[in-house]
């Protein structure tokens, strides 16, 4: 059996979150945020730099407590509020 190339494939996230995301980069507002990553759960105090997008997968830029500035993709973000 041959394994799909991307097994974790990206599922796109709702417009207005998108525009949330946005608008906390414009106004420099720090987001409260939880997410995972291969396997590893995480919840950090962060402030949203930049969004893109590589390959049809959207991506948050954010500066991490430990001042680290780390790229995580949208759809693995499990909760998202204004700290």
């Known amino acids: 059996m041959t ?3 991307n097994q974790n494939p990206y599922a796109p996230i709702a417009c207005a979150r998108y525009s949330e995301y946005e608008e906390a980069i414009m106004h420099r507002q720090k987001l409260h945020l939880r997410w995972y990553e291969d396997n590893v759960h995480y ?3 962060v402030l ?5 997008t590589v390959n ?7 500066r991490a ?3 680290e500035i ?3 993709r949208l759809d693995r973000i499990r909760r ?3 700290a």
Do not use: A, G, Y
């Open 48 to 52: 949203p730099l930049d969004l893109k």
């Open 65 to 67: 407590d430990s001042d």
């Open 70 to 72: 780390l790229t995580i």
């Open 3 to 5: 394994e799909p190339l």
């Open 56 to 62: 049809h997968e959207e991506f948050l830029i954010f």
């Open 43 to 45: 919840d950090q105090v």
């Open 80 to 82: 998202m509020e204004l």
